[in-house]
């Protein structure tokens, strides 16, 4: 083979690799038009929805917050006191929490999504009722969809329930399961909801070392 026609094959070769990557990175740059056109659509539908009488009693709807290009989804129950106000989720004494122990995990608001089950407060902060979640779930999975995380951490009895029964996976009560990694589609790991701790603090503790779990286990999922 001469030289020039190594030459020749050799820049085929770059410019077809150059194709290639352009392609690659137009392709990329539809998609998250397409991702985050969806999510605007989704954030609208929240804030007009009525399907339940919660919107009567809100006064703001809380979509959620953080990335939604993270890998990492956090699923709550319903927005209180504080989310309702501010129309963002976990700010109250259970988010400051929260926000120690996502550092104790090695993340940041920044890095990961949180919403939850319910987009507004249900009345002097009660349990969901049954045909709430039924109304306001279409939602989280449609964010769910969107965000297409590959770790879902269930914060509380209702988020965890939701989510393993979505995946067809048992749920038992979170005393039974908090800090556990279940493997479906998407892994998910079941915590007690920052709250608990909030009103036992005996409970730090134990949502201090589930935290524990979920960082050697996000650390050893970015070492694969």
């Known amino acids: 083979m001469s030289s020039s026609k190594a030459l020749s094959d050799d820049s085929f070769a770059i410019a077809h690799f150059k194709l290639s990557d352009m392609w690659c990175h137009l392709m ?39 990335s939604i290009e993270s890998k990492i989804l956090f699923v709550g129950e319903a927005p209180g006191y504080w989310e309702d106000i501010n129309g963002r989720p976990f700010v109250g004494r259970a988010g400051k929490f929260l926000d120690e122990l996502l550092e104790i995990a090695g993340l940041k608001r920044e890095d990961i999504y949180i919403t939850n089950v319910l987009k507004c407060r249900p009345p002097n902060n009660r349990d969901p009722l049954d045909e709430e979640i039924k109304a306001c779930s279409p939602y989280l999975d449609k964010q769910i969809e969107i965000i297409n995380p590959d770790i879902i951490v269930t914060l509380g009895n209702f988020a965890t329930r939701y989510v393993l029964n979505k ?10 399961i908090h800090g556990r990694v279940f493997k479906s589609e998407r892994t998910i790991i079941t915590m007690y909801h ?6 036992n603090p005996k409970m730090k503790q134990v949502l201090t070392n589930d935290f524990l779990i979920l960082r050697a286990y996000t650390k050893g999922a970015k070492k694969d």
């Open 28 to 66: 990329m740059e539809e998609e998250n038009k397409d991702r985050y056109s969806q999510w605007e659509k989704i954030e609208e539908d929240i804030k007009r929805c009525k399907k339940c009488n919660l919107w009567r009693s809100r006064k703001n709807p809380v979509v959620g917050e953080g």
């Open 167 to 176: 995946y067809g996976l048992k749920s038992e009560p979170i005393s039974r």
């Open 194 to 199: 920052p709250a608990t701790a909030v009103y």
